[in-house]
């Protein structure tokens, strides 16, 4: 009988261990889906150019909305988190410091990802009764790119802010 209790112990053991390793396996796997992806965030300095245009999209999208007028880098924050899930969350604030009053004010404001496959990801438009420009939205990436945070003011004067945003996990399907 110690004979048949031992070989029946043996087989659960060796049993229970399979399992225990398959687990264990498939954790480690199942972990690297789960895990999040990493993202850095680039910014320029103040007196640094700004990105190139990379691609014919966005410069329609340039020549649609801006015509060929002057961006001068300041007075918009664009701002990222230096660490964000993936590609298919990412959260952005963008700012003004520019004055909301009837004779000037921020009348759009202009997100663009360099290379995701619709590059103008949102357009947003103000009127001086809103007050200071503060928004908070979502955005998705295809993959590492530069961001573009663009004012235009009922002037006509158009300010910027861009960031370059690496992400290892594609957002756009």
Same mark, same amino acid.
């Given at each position: 009988? $110690?004979? +048949?209790?031992?070989?029946?112990?043996?087989?659960?053991?060796?049993?229970?261990?399979?399992?225990?390793? @398959?687990?264990?396996?498939?954790?480690?796997?199942?972990?690297?889906?789960?895990?999040?992806?990493?993202?850095?965030?680039?910014?320029?300095?103040?007196?640094?150019?700004?990105?190139?245009?990379?691609?014919?999209?966005?410069?329609?999208?340039?020549?649609?909305?801006?015509?060929?007028?002057?961006?001068? $880098?300041?007075?918009? $924050?664009?701002?990222?988190?230096?660490?964000?899930?993936?590609?298919?969350?990412?959260?952005?604030?963008?700012?003004?410091?520019?004055?909301?009053?009837? +004779?000037?004010?921020?009348?759009?404001?202009?997100?663009?990802?360099?290379?995701?496959?619709?590059?103008?990801?949102? @357009?947003?438009?103000?009127?001086?009764?809103?007050?200071?420009?503060?928004?908070?939205?979502?955005? !998705?990436? !295809?993959?590492?790119?530069?961001?573009?945070?663009?004012?235009?003011?009922?002037?006509?004067?158009?300010?910027?802010?861009?960031?370059?945003?690496?992400?290892?996990?594609?957002?756009?399907?």
């Amino acid at each position: 009988m $110690t004979d +048949q209790n031992e070989n029946g112990r043996r087989r659960f053991l060796q049993a229970v261990g399979a399992l225990g390793l @398959a687990a264990a396996v498939e954790g480690v796997s199942g972990a690297r889906k789960a895990l999040p992806a990493m993202t850095r965030v680039t910014r320029l300095a103040a007196n640094d150019d700004p990105p190139p245009i990379p691609n014919e999209i966005v410069a329609k999208i340039y020549q649609d909305r801006f015509q060929g007028r002057t961006i001068t $880098t300041g007075h918009v $924050t664009l701002d990222i988190p230096l660490m964000a899930e993936d590609g298919r969350y990412v959260p952005v604030i963008l700012e003004s410091d520019l004055p909301m009053t009837a +004779q000037q004010y921020v009348k759009s404001l202009f997100l663009i990802v360099d290379h995701n496959p619709d590059p103008l990801v949102t @357009a947003f438009h103000f009127t001086p009764a809103l007050g200071p420009v503060n928004l908070q939205t979502r955005i !998705k990436m !295809k993959r590492t790119s530069w961001i573009r945070g663009i004012a235009e003011l009922n002037t006509g004067e158009l300010y910027a802010s861009y960031l370059k945003v690496e992400t290892t996990l594609n957002g756009c399907g």
